[in-house]
């Protein structure tokens, strides 16, 4: 089950199992916020664009009994992501396709989707942009492969009507998130900004909208705390991490 340098992680709140490697992208908060933020439909059809080897797809798992299918450009993390499936004997539940994010309409059908969640890369792909020399890294950082305009536009043509995008990103992409969405038909609804503790600066922005919904009704959610002023996680988030 485990190559080379990879290692067994878990998330005990969820009671999953994740099969991560130091050589390539590991999951952060970032995909336990995602995957604990939008309401999960207790059936249809789930897609997780930008997955990863997974995470967030597992993340959602145990909290539905809808088809999750997650769509992941690079072959190694899909690897990884399928062989987490099996490790957590999901199979009848989750499938991992390895695909550029641009053609998941061809193998999922459009207008059918429920509910999309996705950890995208987050910098803008610029001729002066330091990126990491790990390549994995980098394509799971910089918008090399992908952009935001494009994520969102891909998941407009698979959501359907009132069907929702839930995105984590970073607070500076705020707007571009916001015009991007209005663009694409889809309502921009609630909002959440993570700061890693009191007084300081939001450094993760949660985002949910919904497919031809209406315009009004945008909910600016209280802020989330990962850590009190201590440095100890805020019980929320521990909740997130370890369960009750």
């Known amino acids: 089950m485990l190559l080379e340098n990879e290692r067994v992680d878990q998330l005990y709140a969820e009671d999953i199992q994740i099969i991560q490697s130091k050589e ?36 959602a798992s145990r909290k539905t009994s809808a088809v999750i299918k997650q769509i992941e450009l690079q072959p ?13 004997q999901l199979e009848k539940q989750m499938e991992m396709i390895q695909l550029d994010l ?3 309409p061809s193998v999922i059908k459009p207008d059918s989707v429920d509910l999309i969640l996705c950890n995208p890369p987050y910098f803008k792909e610029l001729p002066d942009s ?3 020399p790990n390549p994995y890294l980098a394509i ?5 492969h992908t952009s935001l305009n494009e994520v969102i536009n891909v998941s407009a043509k698979l959501l359907k009507t009132n069907g929702r995008l839930a995105m984590v990103h970073r607070p500076d992409r705020f707007l571009d998130i916001m015009n991007g969405m209005q663009e694409a038909n889809i309502a921009p609804k609630r909002v959440q900004f993570v700061y890693p503790k009191p007084g300081k600066e ?16 945008f909910r600016v959610l209280p802020p989330f705390y990962i850590q009190n002023e201590h440095g100890s996680y805020q ?6 991490l ?3």
């Open 130 to 132: 330091r990126k990491n």
């Open 242 to 244: 370890y369960g009750n």
């Open 102 to 104: 641009k053609d998941a």
């Open 24 to 59: 390539v992208f590991s999951f952060s908060m970032d995909a336990v916020l995602l995957a604990n933020f939008p309401a999960l439909p207790k059936r249809g059809l789930i897609v997780d664009l930008c997955a990863g080897n997974g995470a967030v797809g597992l993340f």
């Open 140 to 144: 799971a950082r910089h918008e090399i």
């Open 235 to 240: 019980t929320e988030m521990a909740a997130l």
């Open 202 to 217: 939001a450094t993760i922005l949660l985002v949910e909208g919904i497919l031809r919904g209406k315009k009004d009704g």
């Open 76 to 88: 190694r993390l899909a690897d990884m992501g399928t062989r987490s499936i099996q490790l957590n």
